[in-house]
């Protein structure tokens, strides 16, 4: 079962791309369903600049509001935290 994070803030793809070290892990991506003669098929997604990523207290960035599926980045390092929080404003609140 998903677990959700207790905060998390959404953030274009785009603004997420300035970090140099960041590299996305686009197996993870939601995928898109249809159906085809009443069964599912699953097509892949493709990552757009405006699409809507997920930044979670842990500096994990997800696909969606669980902090542990559809992870796209997950290398978190100081220089990533500090990018978090010096370019991208992000702060997790104290209540």
């Not at 079962?1 to 300035?18: G, I, S, V």
């Not at 991506?29 to 599912?40: S, Y």
């Not at 699953?42 to 994990?60: C, G, K, S």
């Amino acid at each position: 079962m998903a677990t959700l994070a207790k905060y998390c803030k959404a953030y274009y793809a785009k603004d997420f791309r300035r970090f140099p070290g960041w590299r996305e892990n686009l197996e993870n991506l939601h995928h898109e369903g249809t159906w085809n003669d009443g069964a599912e098929v699953v097509l892949p997604r493709e990552r757009l600049d405006d699409d809507v990523l997920f930044l979670h207290e842990n500096f994990v960035v997800t696909d969606g509001l669980a902090v542990d599926e559809n992870v796209i980045f997950d290398d978190v390092s100081d220089a990533w935290k500090t990018f978090c929080t010096n370019e991208l404003a992000f702060e997790v609140p104290e209540d």
